[in-house]
């Protein structure tokens, strides 16, 4: 470990500035403070087994099997897709959603430019504030991938990640949001959670 000096060395009849006993304890509390290296820890002296599992960070993964948003409003749906869990720490809360979109009724290549194209928004939130959003149109093609992230800080309590989405109609004139003609599935999809605990 390595040696910590004072900064100055005091004798009789020396004016004493408190500043020169604080920079020596600046100097030693930093080290407490989590500024530490290879000269303040031995070598192997921390193991694998000295640190409980999860301890600075924790990763959860889930997936949905019917996850679609249905053609039933333009407003969006909220937790369509969702995942609760207790935190016992502060910390940072990295999130990733990813998927294949499929639209049922896609314009035809011929008609593309005339036809209503259908459209699809997806939110993601940390306890209701949104953090990752994106948009996707059956314009062209009725496959899309889709990816989202998003970070936020959390406290200890309960966690709530969701997945909201909204689907509707639109023409390329009036712009006018309608019903969406037909349901999106997501079919392949995937939320990441990884929790950096402090």
Same mark, same amino acid.
């Given at each position: ?26 100097? +030693?509390?930093? #080290? /407490?403070? *989590?500024?530490?290296?290879?000269? $303040?820890?031995?070598?192997? =002296?921390?193991?694998? &087994? ?42 940072? +809360?990295?999130? #990733? /959603?990813? *998927?294949?979109?499929?639209?049922? $009724?896609?314009?035809?290549? =011929?008609?593309?430019? &005339? ?84």
């Amino acid at each position: 470990m390595a040696h910590i000096h004072k900064q100055l060395t005091i004798q009789n009849n020396d004016i004493i500035d408190p500043e020169d006993f604080n920079a020596d304890m600046r100097e +030693l509390t930093g #080290e /407490f403070n *989590g500024m530490l290296d290879r000269d $303040n820890v031995k070598e192997q =002296s921390i193991v694998t &087994s000295d640190v409980e599992p999860n301890g600075f960070t924790r990763v959860y993964s889930f997936t949905f099997n019917d996850f679609k948003v249905e053609n039933k409003t333009t407003s969006y749906q909220t937790a369509l897709m969702s995942y609760s869990f207790e935190s016992n720490h502060d910390g940072l +809360l990295i999130c #990733e /959603f990813s *998927g294949e979109v499929h639209f049922e $009724n896609p314009p035809s290549a =011929s008609n593309s430019i &005339s036809a209503t194209a259908q459209f699809l928004s997806l939110q993601m939130t940390i306890n209701g504030l949104v953090v990752g959003e994106v948009f996707k149109t059956s314009a062209g093609s009725f496959r899309h991938p889709v990816y989202m992230v998003g970070a936020f800080p959390i406290s200890p309590g309960r966690v709530t990640v969701a997945i909201n989405g909204r689907t509707a109609d639109s023409g390329h004139t009036d712009q006018k949001l309608n019903v969406a003609s037909s349901n999106v599935n997501i079919p392949s999809n995937e939320l990441v959670m990884i929790h950096r605990k402090r």
